[in-house]
Structures are given as C-alpha cells and as structure tokens.
C-alpha cells in the first residue's frame, strides 16, 4: 500500500514563506514525475510544479521565480519552497507522483493540504 503525506505549516501573511513536504510511503520501486497541484473551489485543479526523475522542472507561469520544487529521491520525499505567497495562493495543494510499485505503476495522490495566506 502506497501512500503520500503532505506536510507543512498552511497560515502565513502576505510576503510570506512557507514549506510543503510530501512523503511517499510503502513497498516502492521507484518513483518517476511528482509534482503539486492546486484546486480552488470552482475552479480546475492546476499543475503548480512538477519534477521527473532526473531532474527537469517545470513551473506554473503564476508561480514562477516564487516557488522552487525539488526531492529528495533517497527518502521519497517531495518539497515545495513557496516565497513570496500572495493571498491568490491560498487553496488546497496536493502532491502526486507516478510510482512503480510491485508488478504495475500508476499515479498516486496525496490527501492534500490547505495552505492560507492572510494578514
């Protein structure tokens, strides 16, 4: 059974920073893309950023020169670095990653994480 675990501090002022963490979990064989996404209510979830395996990045225009995304491939763990949050960024955000595990792979979601910036 796999699992991902989002983590972080979810209130912060404007100008703020704050970290997300993602933790996957169980009888894994590796791990390809991961990436965050955000869902605002009424909207459509948008990709945020999103990392594969060897490295490449690619970020949302809104959050560009903001947020950085990195992982720790050893520990299975994602990050999420948010500089500069403005109160357009408060919503859900959810990490996912396209997993290998025992004898398939497919993608795997977080539970999800509400991140709030207000002064």
């Known amino acids: 059974q796999v699992q991902l675990v989002e983590s972080g501090v979810s209130l912060v002022q404007p100008g703020g920073s704050l970290r997300l963490s993602c933790a996957a979990s169980?009888?894994?064989?590796?791990?390809?893309?991961m990436g965050w996404y955000r869902q605002a209510p009424g909207k459509q979830r948008e990709l945020v950023a999103n990392?594969?395996?060897?490295?490449?990045?690619m970020y949302a225009d809104s959050v560009k020169g903001r947020f950085t995304i990195s992982r720790d491939i050893a520990e299975n763990i994602l990050y999420l670095q948010m500089n500069s949050l403005k109160p357009e960024d408060t919503t859900v955000y959810s990490c996912?990653?396209?997993?290998?595990?025992?004898?398939?792979?497919?993608?795997?979601w977080g539970q999800g994480t509400q991140v709030t910036v207000s002064s």
């Open positions: 996912n990653g396209f997993i290998v595990v025992t004898g398939s792979k497919r993608v795997f």
């Open positions: 169980g009888t894994i064989w590796g791990i390809y893309d």
């Open positions: 990392i594969t395996s060897v490295g490449i990045i």
